[in-house]
């Protein structure tokens, strides 16, 4: 594979994130690195804002290490296995999930949410609704801070399939690589967390 480089008249603000990534993986480090810093770093922060629940300063904590991470890491890119911002999430979420292993916290209860959320996956065999999606529409429908309330009240792997999906911009492929868990779990967690949403909202929680 050849390196990537700019054309007369072309910068590093043009190229596409795969091409600036390849660049950092080769030695070329400071300005495509700053590019896609600048073009990826506040949905990044955003992301592990809600993953803490709202912890700003562990936030921009887990912000920066995992930046260092992408750096020391730059050598596993591989272009076309994933999308840089799927990639940038993923060691995001694995920095988030360390700290909490490192601090010996739990996630949000005592039951463990992702054993209980494929539990109910296994039970629930309602099929997806056609046409505009209505839990979009109730997200953007609804005040930030009843929003933001709602979603931090979620279990965690509820709430990062939501962020990631409509305040992220992922695609439904790529919040599956991110978590590492299959397309159609990633629609349950969506459809409880919805449920859930639905709820406490309509219900004026």
């Not at 979420?93 to 949000?108: G, M, P, T, V």
Request: proline share 4%; with cysteine; charged share 25%.
């Amino acid at each position: 594979m050849q390196t990537p480089s700019a054309s007369p008249g072309t910068g590093l603000a043009d190229l596409p994130d795969e091409d600036l990534m390849v660049l950092v993986a080769r030695g070329i480090v400071q300005e495509p690195a700053t590019e896609l810093f600048a073009r990826h770093n506040r949905d990044l922060f955003n992301f592990l804002a809600w993953l803490t629940g709202g912890n700003l300063a562990e936030a921009e904590d887990l912000a920066q290490k995992t930046w260092l991470r992408l750096i020391s890491r730059c050598s596993d890119y591989r272009p076309g296995a994933a999308t840089f911002r799927t990639w940038l999430f993923q060691i995001a979420r694995n920095a988030f999930i360390d700290a909490r292993r490192a601090a010996s916290e739990r996630l949000r209860s005592n039951v463990d949410p992702e054993a209980a959320i494929e539990r109910e996956t296994t039970a629930d065999h309602s099929t997806r609704e056609a046409g505009p999606d209505p839990e979009a529409s109730l997200v953007a429908g609804e005040s930030r801070d009843r929003l933001h309330a709602a979603l931090l009240a979620l279990p965690v792997a509820q709430r990062e399939v939501v962020v990631l999906r409509y305040f992220g911009n992922l695609s439904l492929d790529e919040v599956s690589a991110t978590v590492g868990a299959g397309v159609e779990t990633v629609r349950s967690r969506l459809r409880y967390a919805y449920r859930a949403l639905r709820s406490r909202l309509e219900g004026g929680a």
